[in-house]
């Protein structure tokens, strides 16, 4: 079984939930094993059984907190490296603002949750240890039209840098200073015991499952035909893969921005900027859908990023250098005849980029190349729409 960095499997993934309520405050819970950081969303990490970050934080608020939320539009996706720990790619959703009855009726799961608190963003982003907390009051600050946004490292990139500063102030962290109450919440009872740790830090990376991660770039000409390249047969002549432009993340060493365009260069020989997030891709692993092939690496979930490349001009298609060792040849399709070559849900993940072109917004949050999540219309989740 292949574990390299190069084939992007050292990447472990989570999921948190942004519940507000209507005065404009969301709600945050404290976990009596963290000393260090003990507030946090609600939310945690993603297991081989999900079918995807959405099931994910379904389950995780059921655990926590007792009951089964409804989940809203992604808020974000952040891609957050650390030299001490494996590369985290975090999903944080908007939940449906809670009703006073479930609210009342939410029944904390004492070893994850010591209590829970509603606070306004100013106090979350003083509670919340410094990368949640630049993570989630991007989330509540940015205009939700904007979403979901593109974060690494919990700061803006790509089509977010049009909302939000690429590193603004950094609020003072004070932890529970910062959440009167916790742990003295509505619902709660009083202050629990600090609690040990289940297991120390170290032992719980190395337990948490992975995932795969690529990152591709999506060019057209224009006529809007579609570029693709075709992989070096591994078993023999005949076997014909066509594929976009890209390939596995480099987990602990780069970001998937920075992989693409690495990718782009490796393969096609050129030194361009990859544009908007167009879309992500979770594709699951055979652990949450049986019909997954081992064979072409999902015995694991994969999660694809992919980038807006542009219009290329005949110049720049002219100077295309292939990768011999990994590409065979480069062809530009009508849609008609990518969906003839790419499996099919490469090529619904493709359709969804095209689409998502179309529109002055984030990522499309895709699952197995279809579309998830919605966002009834009329209904505004979290604070107000404001303009920008």
Not at 302 to 315: A, K
Request: aromatic residues 6%.
């Amino acid at each position: 079984m292949e574990t390299s960095d190069r084939a992007g499997r050292a990447v472990l993934a989570a999921a948190g939930v942004l519940f507000p309520d209507g005065q404009g405050r969301v709600l945050v819970v404290r976990l009596p094993y963290d000393r260090k950081h003990p507030v946090a969303i609600p939310g945690g990490g993603w297991e081989p059984a999900d079918r995807s970050p959405r099931e994910t934080a379904v389950r995780e608020i059921a655990e926590e907190l007792g009951f089964t939320p409804r989940l809203g539009p992604l808020a974000c996706v952040d891609w957050a490296l650390s030299p001490s720990r494996p590369p985290i790619v975090a999903y944080l959703y908007w939940g449906e603002p809670l009703t006073a009855e479930q609210v009342a009726a939410i029944r904390p799961d004492a070893a994850e949750v010591g209590g829970w608190v509603w606070l306004t963003t100013e106090e979350a982003a003083h509670a919340l240890p410094p990368r949640l907390s630049r993570r989630v009051t991007a989330c509540l600050r940015a205009p939700r039209a904007a979403g979901p946004l593109e974060l690494e490292d919990s700061r803006p990139v790509g089509h977010t840098l049009r909302e939000l500063p690429a590193d603004g102030p950094m609020p003072e962290y004070t932890g529970l200073a910062a959440a009167p109450g916790l742990g003295t919440a509505p619902g709660t009872g009083p202050a629990q015991a600090q609690a040990d740790p289940p297991m120390d830090r170290d032992t719980y990376y190395a337990t948490r499952p992975r995932i795969r991660a690529k990152a591709r770039a999506l060019f057209t000409d224009s006529d809007g035909r579609v570029l693709l390249v075709r992989l070096r047969p591994w078993s023999g002549p005949d076997d014909q893969y066509w594929t976009l432009p890209g390939g596995g993340v480099e987990a602990a060493r780069e970001t998937p921005r920075t992989a693409a365009r690495r990718e782009i260069r490796e393969e096609l020989g050129w030194a361009v900027e990859p544009g908007r997030l167009l879309a992500l891709d979770w594709q699951p692993g055979a652990a949450a859908d049986p019909g997954a092939n081992p064979a072409t690496g999902r015995d694991t979930a994969v999660l694809v990023y992919l980038y807006d490349g542009g219009t290329v001009t005949d110049e720049l298609l002219g100077s295309i250098v292939l990768q011999e060792q990994e590409l065979v040849e480069w062809r530009l399709c009508e849609p008609a005849e990518a969906r003839a070559l790419l499996p099919g849900p490469s090529w619904d993940r493709v359709a969804a980029a095209l689409a998502a072109r179309e529109r002055s917004v984030g990522p499309a949050e895709l699952v197995g190349g279809q579309a998830v999540g919605y966002r009834p219309a009329g209904e505004h989740w979290g604070h107000a729409e404001r303009d920008h």
